[in-house]
């Protein structure tokens, strides 16, 4: 029988902290990380965490302070993150795709002091895209964690330097003032107001959420996971190196997904653990020529639906004894439900799963009563997993959770007998693109910036690869005309890839309700006649 401490992360290891000097002496010398030619130990990895949190001590960082990350998936994005929860610092993740506007709302908005990042990055310049939108710097210092220093910024060996003026006992001594209820990190999620929030977790509903979500996937010291889910996401980070820390499993993180190389590491790294959403095995088996990738054993999935025979293949040809999908969002610490790996393919094709333990699920109407079993209604939410509201916004805290406690979601779905949900619709208007939510708001209001566009209205249409993408209807200003292919090459320079419409379609006007309001079932019927 299990014990509460097994069964409670947040009671074993306290904080994140607790967890990495946990890690350290569980698995000392076994290979923690390995990414290119860096291969760390459990041991080496706890020791580059304390160098971060004393530079970052001696670079004044004070208990609460927010660090923004700025950077793809790599070993020197888990020292610095895992660093600045030492020192008692809060995560503030950035989105590798954001551009230099988006990116520096999200700096602005949660007070950052510090920001790692990188230049070099699939030829981006990070730093040069901000200051390509502010006259001065929105934080107040930029470490470079790979590639060259600008001007104004230092670079991560440099930084590490500032060691020497935080001893190990000061920093002991912050790190034991750490709590399992303080501020852990503030994930920005778009939503339909069309402006990011920052979402509020603790150190202690990372611990419980994860350890829950590691031990029912099965996760273990013998694995060796490729994260290819971005770290900016609760997916690459908490369900990614947290979970490995808290099992012992090879961290291997990769930049950017690309069957060949994903494929190759595969092969060079034995790797038996590859979570993502159905796109990613969807490309793989797109691939005839694979190599040996006959350690692949275990697949978390999600975030779209998965058909049937795709589990059927990954079972068959990818040769995953063990494919689960789960439900969850940022406003969820990342997990709602999950199927359990004895469930059959056409349960986890169907469902995602049923809540994790101790986590209640409610499908209720619009008066908030429960609905029926097999009957639709919205989502709702209720327990340790439920964030703790929106950064500075009380008012969209208090619309998100109701006071009884229930996380309304805004995706609807139907729970059957067994207690297991079915997403069915998004309240939200949200679409998902590869597995990055994408939100109509957030892209019109973009779309409403470009000067000959006098309104927009934005849905998701199906797509083989991708899942679903953007279709834009835009309505010319007076005297001006659109021309799509320029629109959706502006776009691409304002905002993340992933939120750029697909398609331009230019009309005289959209269609309307009384009150108003674009039909967007009328948008959608339009793109299906056509299609």
């Not at 509460?4 to 074993?12: A, F, I, K, Q, S």
């Not at 040769?319 to 969002?329: M, N, R």
């Not at 429960?370 to 989502?379: F, H």
């Not at 950064?391 to 009884?404: G, N, R, S, V």
Request: proline residues 5%.
């Amino acid at each position: 029988m299990s014990t509460v401490t097994e069964l409670r992360g947040d009671l074993t290891w306290g904080t994140v902290p607790g967890l990495v000097r946990s890690a350290a002496q569980r698995f000392g010398d076994r290979e923690a990380v390995v990414d290119g030619d860096v291969r760390m130990t459990f041991s080496g990895l706890a020791a580059a965490v304390d160098q971060a949190s004393r530079a970052l001590m001696s670079s004044g960082l004070k208990r609460g302070d927010r660090v923004a990350i700025w950077a793809p998936n790599c070993w020197e994005w888990i020292v610095a993150a895992l660093g600045t929860l030492g020192a008692g610092g809060v995560v503030v993740p950035i989105n590798t795709r954001f551009k230099g506007r988006e990116a520096g709302f999200i700096l602005e908005r949660s007070g950052a002091q510090l920001l790692f990042t990188v230049s070099g990055f699939l030829d981006i310049d990070y730093v040069d895209l901000l200051r390509s939108e502010y006259s001065e710097d929105p934080v107040e210092r930029i470490v470079m964690l790979r590639g060259p220093a600008p001007e104004g910024t230092a670079n991560w060996s440099t930084f590490l330097l500032g060691t020497e003026q935080t001893s190990m006992a000061e920093l002991g001594k912050r790190t034991a003032e750490v709590a399992s209820d303080d501020l852990a990190d503030i994930i920005f999620t778009s939503g339909t107001t069309g402006k990011p929030k920052g979402v509020m977790t603790t150190h202690g509903q990372t611990l419980r959420v994860f350890e829950v979500w590691s031990r029912l996937v099965g996760l273990t010291d013998r694995d060796r996971y490729l994260i290819v889910n971005p770290f900016f996401h609760t997916f690459g980070y908490k369900a990614g190196f947290i979970a490995c820390l808290m099992r012992g499993a090879t961290i291997i993180p990769h930049a950017v997904f690309d069957v060949p190389s994903v494929l190759k590491r595969i092969t060079e790294e034995k790797v038996s653990v590859l979570p993502g959403p159905p796109t990613l095995y969807q490309s793989i088996l797109n691939t005839p020529k694979r190599g040996d990738i006959s350690s692949l054993r275990l697949a978390v999935t999600g975030a779209a639906p998965v058909p049937v025979e795709l589990i059927n293949r990954m079972r068959s040809e990818l040769t995953f004894e063990t494919i689960l999908t789960a439900y969850g969002l940022t406003e969820s610490t990342g997990v709602v439900s999950m199927c359990r790996p004895t469930d059959d393919a056409e349960t986890i094709s169907n469902t995602s799963g049923c809540a994790i333990p101790d986590v209640e699920v409610r499908i209720v109407d619009d008066a908030n009563k429960e609905m029926p079993r097999g009957e639709p209604g919205e989502i709702v939410v209720r327990g340790y997993n439920v964030m703790q509201g929106y950064y500075q916004d009380p008012h969209a805290t208090a619309e998100a959770i109701d006071a009884d406690g229930w996380l309304h979601t805004g995706d609807i779905g139907v729970m059957d007998a067994r207690s297991y949900i079915d997403i069915t619709d998004r309240k939200k208007d949200m679409f998902i693109v590869g597995g990055f939510n994408a939100y109509p708001a957030e892209i019109e209001n973009e779309l409403l910036a470009h000067p000959s566009i006098a309104q927009a209205a934005v849905v998701g249409v199906p797509d083989e690869r991708m899942g679903e993408v953007g279709c834009a209807f835009v309505v010319p200003r007076s005297g001006e005309s659109v021309d799509p292919d320029e629109v959706i090459a502006w776009a691409r320079e304002k905002m993340a890839n992933y939120k750029v419409p697909r398609r331009v379609e230019v009309v005289e006007a959209l269609p309307l309700n009384a009150s108003g309001k674009v039909l967007k079932f009328e948008l959608r019927d339009r793109i299906r006649e056509k299609s």
